[in-house]
């Protein structure tokens, strides 16, 4: 069996897609016959205008390859994502159209991917395994709720695109179940729900326990900075309203930070450090220097359906995890992350009357993190991608 594996991030790129494609890719590898291959095609490292590696364009092992396209630079910004990815897009076309390939998978969060992965296996006439971390439609149908015509046309053209990407695929992976209800108008494709997980550089540094702290005590947020988070229309306000007691940490990179630089500015804020992506090894190391672990999503219905790779992550230490969620993420928290506190997205004087009301505690989360170790969730959809693979 050969299997063609479209995954925009891989690593040593940052982010939750490329940390959960290359454990799961490297999982496959355990479930395969000798004579089974894996071609995975990729990008290099470009999540982060700010974070660049070199990084050979192409890795062999006895079953599989390994190739990161080059793409234009960008700022995640929407052009420039574009471009991007019509770049891998194209790149992809040329490597593979004299190859064939007995199945094709493909993860999305903005569905092209997820496109690209449908045009490979109607092309090749193979099953399609879809992996879906996000609700790219229905984000853009909330963003553009209030536009005018063009809004309303993008989102309709995305949405044919939806229907042709999801409709026939043979099986589709939802990474949370809110957004099960969703995708009721696709019957054709078999269903599973494996999640984001705990990986094992987590869960071995989640083993430390923290000493007894004081004040100023350390909020840290480490990930995307962009619309889908928000952080410009809380932490400015919450951090001003804080004082010197708190210092707010956010670490990353993404479209709004310019917009949450201007605000800090803007209301003379001295207790945000901004600090540019860093690698996994050093996040740790802001990890267990912090106090509390912070997120937030964006109050957009869009955002109620998502769970958040940024819980499993943070659930691996003994820290209190403040998030601004609501809907099916808020209910995960509540019912599995304990020693947490919880606030309206966007509602800073809710995260600062929720910091005042609580007293700090550090809490070992043993059960969670036993239950969501990220080898348990990749051994279950490796088998599940190679039973697809083998029915045909």
């Not at 982010?15 to 291959?37: M, T």
């Not at 190739?67 to 991007?84: D, I, M, Q, Y």
Request: with cysteine.
């Amino acid at each position: 069996m050969k299997i063609l594996f479209l995954s925009y991030s891989f690593e040593p790129d940052l982010g939750a897609c490329a940390f959960r494609n290359s454990h799961l890719f490297h999982e496959l590898l355990k479930h395969l016959d000798k004579d089974d291959y894996v071609r995975v095609i990729s990008t290099v490292p470009n999540r982060y205008s700010s974070f660049s590696l070199d990084v050979p364009y192409e890795e062999r092992g006895d079953n599989y390859m390994i190739t990161r396209l080059p793409v234009p630079k960008h700022s995640n910004g929407k052009k420039g994502l574009v471009k991007a990815f019509v770049s891998y897009y194209r790149g992809v076309k040329k490597l593979v159209r004299k190859e064939r390939y007995d199945m094709v998978y493909a993860t999305s969060a903005k569905l092209f991917t997820a496109f690209l992965g449908r045009r490979m296996s109607y092309r090749m006439k193979c099953p399609l395994y879809l992996d879906i971390r996000d609700l790219f439609v229905d984000n853009l149908g909330d963003i553009y709720s209030n536009s005018k015509v063009a809004g309303r046309i993008m989102v309709w053209l995305m949405s044919r695109v939806e229907k042709y990407t999801f409709g026939k695929a043979t099986h589709i992976n939802l990474i949370s179940e809110g957004f099960k209800p969703y995708f009721d108008k696709y019957p054709k494709p078999e269903y599973s729900f494996f999640s984001n997980g705990i990986d094992d550089i987590f869960l071995e540094a989640g083993k430390a326990r923290t000493p007894e702290r004081s004040k100023p005590y350390v909020i840290t947020y480490a990930g995307n900075v962009g619309t889908g988070q928000s952080l410009d229309m809380v932490i400015p306000d919450a951090a001003l309203k804080l004082g010197d007691d708190y210092i707010f940490r956010i670490i990353g990179d993404g479209g709004t930070l310019p917009l949450l630089k201007e605000r800090l500015e803007s209301k003379g804020v001295k207790n945000v450090q901004l600090i540019p992506p860093v690698k996994r090894e050093e996040i740790i190391n802001y990890y267990k220097d912090s106090d509390f672990l912070f997120l937030q999503l964006n109050d957009l219905d869009c955002f109620k359906k998502v769970l958040p790779s940024k819980i499993f992550e943070y659930g691996a230490f003994d820290k209190p995890v403040i998030a601004g969620v609501a809907g099916f993420a808020r209910q995960f928290i509540r019912k599995n992350v304990s020693n947490h506190i919880l606030y309206d997205p966007n509602d800073a004087e809710g995260l600062v009357n929720g910091l005042k009301n609580y007293q700090l505690k550090f809490e070992s989360r043993d059960a969670f993190r036993e239950t969501y170790k990220r080898e348990f969730q990749d051994k279950a959809m490796a088998d599940s991608i190679v039973q697809v693979g083998r029915r045909g």
